[in-house]
T-cell receptor, first 112, second 116 residues
Framework: GQQLNQSPQSMFIQEGEDVSMNCTSSSIFNTWLWYKQDPGEGPVLLIALYKAGELTSNGRLTAQFGITRKDSFLNISASIPSDVGIYFC????????????FGQGTRLTINP | GAGVSQSPRYKVAKRGQDVALRCDPISGHVSLFWYQQALGQGPEFLTY????????KSGLPSDRFFAERPEGSVSTLKIQRTQQEDSAVYLC??????????????FGPGTRLLVL
C-alpha cells in the first residue's frame, strides 16, 4: 500500500541535542500529522497541521506543513530520554474522519 | 477506561485457523478505523466505519478479511484461514466523527497476531 517517504529511518543522538525528521509524498495532502509510538502501544498524536505553510509548536516539538502540501517536518529541541521511540508522519487527503497514510517511521535513540 | 481498548493483546494462530480481534472504541465516537502494522513499518489502513456503516474497505488485503460493527460501537476484525503473511499488529482507532471537523484519531494498543 501507499506510504509516505520518511527520513531518516533511525537516529542516534546525545541527550540535549536537537532532532529533525521529515516526510515527503508524491501526492498532495490536506492534513499532516505527527505521531509517536512506544513499544507495545498504539501511536499517540503529537501535532496536527491543517493548512499549507502552517508552523505549529507543542512544547519542545515544532512541525511545519510544507507549502506544496507534499511534505512536512518535525523538529524536537533539547532532547530528553523520554523522547525515545518511533515517530511517524501521516497524511490525509481531506479533513474530517478518513483514512491516514503513514510514513515508515523514524526510530529515535538517545544516549544519556 | 477512557481510551480505545483491544483484545486480545496477543494471539498466536496456526496457519489456516480463523481469528477474531475485538476493538472497543472511546464511548460516543462515531468513526472507527482498523490499520495493519507490519514489523518495522508504519500502519496501513484496512477499513473505516461511521456508526455501523462500513464506508471504506479498500485496504482489506483479501476476502479472508472481514470487519463488522453491528451496533455502531464495538467492532470485530475477522481473518479467515490465516496465513503467515497475516502476522502483524492490528490497530484500531476511533474519532468523534464530527462532520467536516478536524479529527483526531485515538489509537488502541493493538493486537499482535503471529501466524505459525
Amino acid at each position: 500500500g501507499q506510504q509516505l517517504n520518511q527520513s531518516p529511518q533511525s537516529m542516534f543522538i546525545q541527550e540535549g541535542e536537537d532532532v529533525s525528521m521529515n516526510c515527503t509524498s508524491s501526492s498532495i495532502f490536506n492534513t499532516w500529522l505527527w505521531y509517536k509510538q512506544d513499544p507495545g502501544e498504539g501511536p499517540v498524536l503529537l501535532i496536527a497541521l491543517y493548512k499549507a505553510g502552517e508552523l505549529t509548536s507543542n512544547g519542545r516539538l515544532t512541525a511545519q506543513f510544507g507549502i506544496t502540501r507534499k511534505d512536512s517536518f518535525l523538529n524536537i529541541s533539547a532532547s530528553i530520554p523520554s523522547d525515545v521511540g518511533i515517530y511517524f508522519c501521516a497524511g490525509a487527503f481531506i479533513q474530517g474522519a478518513q483514512k491516514l497514510v503513514f510514513g515508515q517511521g523514524t526510530r529515535l535513540t538517545i544516549n544519556p | 477506561g477512557a481510551g480505545v481498548s483491544q483484545s486480545p493483546r496477543y494471539k498466536v494462530a496456526k496457519r489456516g485457523q480463523d481469528v477474531a480481534l475485538r476493538c472497543d472504541p472511546i464511548s460516543g465516537h462515531v468513526s472507527l478505523f482498523w490499520y495493519q502494522q507490519a514489523l518495522g513499518q508504519g500502519p496501513e489502513f484496512l477499513t473505516y466505519f461511521q456508526n455501523e456503516a462500513q464506508l471504506d474497505k479498500s485496504g482489506l488485503p483479501s476476502d479472508r478479511f472481514f470487519a463488522e460493527r453491528p451496533e455502531g460501537s464495538v467492532s470485530t476484525l475477522k481473518i479467515q484461514r490465516t496465513q503467515q503473511e497475516d502476522s502483524a499488529v492490528y490497530l484500531c482507532a476511533s474519532s468523534k466523527g464530527l462532520a467536516g471537523g478536524q479529527e483526531t484519531q485515538y489509537f488502541g494498543p493493538g493486537t499482535r497476531l503471529l501466524v505459525l
